[in-house]
């Protein structure tokens, strides 16, 4: 179908700023991505996909300002071992970043341009796939002018995660990121992400998991109010792989996190997650498709969203059942807390389902803090404030609990409650 | 320590008169227990008194030691020394029981201008109230009655009394849904904490509880007010004759 004008207007004004890097070996991906991405086009309020999300703050030719926030809060994930990455407005910083260096796993960076490179065959193959059957235009866009990023291949299992952490330094600043992994069988690795990272920010992860090898990914997005984020995870999974991903998101005037998971091998287990909190001018977008097409694989889908403010919320959920994809254990919830009246949820599950031995399940709910386990709280003493953000923990436990690693699991439960006693108001 | 005098309460959403005068004096020191048939009141006398919302009380007023409960929130009640033991105990999944317990005893201690308790004490105080109410370390680190047996809920409830030390406990029918043995450990946790200067309401529909937890004065209560008020031996009455009796009697 041809492109609407507003359309090819919107994506030439975008791309008019934009400039392909010095490829290498990623040039001929960089190439194709950019020829999808003039096919379909920048996303348009009238998009299916973008009815919940208006894209323009994210396709606009220049980002908008966002200012930075400070604090003196402990640096996120500062008590763990962890080898660091550190990007500031979506630049490299090698002097506060860890050597990338680490027994069992190579760590590369995109920006280093060679001529021949493992992430070829990779870089942009996942999203390409994921383009289809939905759309996914600011992903391709990454592809083509991604100007940095990290390629790490665990061949085996690491002594210690992966700390991408994204600084934001330059209140205009537009990044663009793109990280490959690829996950040997047997191998397991965890990586952590955490930071603002800029004012816009586009970033990818492509994902490539073998049989019997397993990727954690642990994420925050904080704290900037005004910035802007577009994320996408690419993950493919082979036999009795493993893929987890969990993301706490506070603030921020517009983020949208779409997750496509392929389980191609049987056997496998793919969990996401995301528990979000937003107070006034927030905007936040789950949109997740996971596609089963092998054998007695399991998927779990889990998000909750503290609204209040006016805050909004968006979930679009799906789960492809393909024909021979027997024995899908599929799940799906998505539940939203709102502490007033002015804030929103819209939610769009979905299932589609072409095997007959399967078992899924999907749910949505929107409800208000429960009055009885709040008169609960305050009959103890607890003050009303306080045991408000009791319950909203509570209620934000379930996606929590998706992380596998308890010490993750409290890093995260402290970083919300640092968010909830910012914004008591007593 | 508690007194309520001509208390008239109705349902905030339908014009429903549920307390019609009660007038009830509970001395530091002793137990006083209320009995009485299904819907008398029994259980909105003891929302009224801890601040549920959804009652509006018309007339009457109620003190602890001197205190207008009913101008406060139900924090601060708890602050002032009221407790109430739930009937139903809420769940609360994705908070600790152990922090539920700090949270509030920290939160009282506050609001009473007293310093906040340190964890370690807090962890030597809570285990050993835990230990003598058979509560296991697992029952402290689950959520909040989250997969609670009935009498797992119950002991629970008198754990948090025990911890928080309140000048008055209202015990809003303890005993429902507990099995002989529960109800003895239950008991036998509300009767360590009798102290000369704490009051207790024990609500009840059986005199069985009362064989554990003795009162000093029972009280029978029919449609929204006291009606009947006498020694233990009033409870023997009802459980042999029921409340018909009784009903007759003042009618």
């Known amino acids: 179908m041809a492109l609407t004008q507003v359309k090819q207007d919107a994506t030439a004004a975008r791309l008019a700023g934009l400039s392909l890097p010095e490829g290498g070996w990623s040039a001929g991906a960089r190439k194709d991505a950019l020829a999808r991405l003039q096919a379909m086009g920048l996303p348009h309020a009238r998009d299916e996909y973008w009815k919940y999300t208006k894209p323009a703050g994210l396709v606009a030719a220049e980002p908008a300002k966002a200012a930075i926030f400070t604090t003196d809060e402990a640096p996120m994930f500062d008590g763990l071992d962890r080898l660091k990455i550190v990007f500031v407005d979506g630049v490299f910083d090698a002097e506060t970043s860890d050597d990338l260096a680490l027994e069992g796993i190579t760590i590369d960076r995109l920006a280093d341009v060679k001529d021949i490179h493992w992430a070829n065959g990779l870089y942009g193959v996942l999203e390409a796939r994921g383009q289809d059957p939905v759309e996914r235009p600011l992903a391709a866009l990454n592809t083509a002018f991604a100007t940095d990023g990290i390629l790490i291949h665990a061949a085996k299992t690491p002594s210690k995660p992966i700390n991408l952490i994204y600084r934001h330094g330059d209140e205009s600043s537009d990044a663009i990121l793109h990280h490959v992994v690829k996950v040997d069988s047997g191998a397991s690795l965890t990586i952590l992400e955490n930071g603002p990272a800029a004012a816009r920010f586009n970033k990818c992860l492509e994902a490539d998991i073998a049989d019997g090898g397993a990727l954690h990914v642990v994420r925050t997005q904080g704290r900037d109010h005004e910035r802007q984020a577009a994320t996408h995870m690419f993950a493919r999974l082979g036999k009795e792989s493993v893929f987890k991903a969990f993301t706490l998101t506070v603030n921020g005037v517009l983020t949208r996190n779409e997750c496509v998971i392929e389980l191609t091998g049987d056997d496998a287990v793919a969990h996401v997650a995301g528990a979000c909190m937003g107070d006034g001018d927030f905007h936040h977008d789950d949109t997740v498709f996971v596609t089963h097409d092998a054998v007695n694989c399991e998927s779990r889908q889990v998000f909750k969203k503290v609204l209040r403010n006016g805050a909004t919320g968006v979930f679009q959920g799906k789960i492809l059942v393909k024909p021979d994809a027997q024995k899908t254990d599929g799940y799906q919830i998505s539940q939203s807390l709102l502490l007033d009246e002015d804030s929103q949820f819209l939610a769009k599950p979905e299932l589609e389902i072409y095997a007959d031995d399967v078992a899924c399940s999907h749910g949505s709910t929107s409800g208000a803090i429960d009055e009885d386990a709040l008169f609960y709280l305050r009959s103890r003493g607890v003050p009303h404030a306080i045991a408000q953000d009791l319950l909203v923990l509570s209620f934000l436990a379930e996606a929590v609990e998706e992380i596998e690693d308890e010490a993750l699991q409290e890093e995260i439960l402290t970083r919300a409650e640092a968010w909830l006693s910012r914004h008591r108001k007593d | ?251």
């Open chain 2, 1 to 251: 320590m508690l007194e309520i005098k001509n208390l008239h309460v109705q349902l905030e959403e339908e014009d429903k008169q549920i307390l019609k005068g009660v007038d009830l004096t509970v001395e530091a020191g002793k137990v006083h227990a209320i009995m009485g048939p299904n819907g008398s009141g029994k259980s909105t006398l003891s929302y009224v008194l801890s601040g549920k919302d959804g009652y509006e009380v018309t007339d009457g007023e109620a003190t602890l030691a001197g205190e207008d409960l009913l101008d406060m929130e139900p924090e601060e009640r708890a602050a002032a020394g009221l407790f109430l033991a739930f009937q139903y105990p809420v769940e609360i999944p994705g908070v600790g029981n152990m922090t539920f317990l700090r949270t509030a005893v920290n939160a009282q201690r506050k609001a009473r201008g007293e310093e906040e308790m340190s964890a370690a004490d807090f962890l030597k105080l809570v285990r050993s109230k835990a230990k003598e109410l058979k509560i296991d370390a697992d029952m402290l680190k689950r959520p909040v009655n989250v997969g609670f047996s009935g009498g797992e809920k119950k002991r629970n409830e008198i754990l948090q009394m025990a911890m928080l030390e309140p000048k008055m406990c209202i015990l809003d029918e303890t005993d429902s849904g507990l099995d002989v043995d529960a109800m003895k450990l239950v008991s036998e946790g509300v009767n360590a904490l009798r102290d000369e200067g704490r009051g207790f309401l024990v609500i009840t529909h059986y005199q069985r509880l009362l064989d554990h937890i003795k009162p000093d004065v029972v009280h029978i209560m029919a449609a929204g007010r006291i009606v009947k008020t006498g020694g233990p031996e009033l409870a023997l009455e009802v459980e042999q004759n029921g409340y018909a009796d009784i009903l007759a009697e003042i009618a």
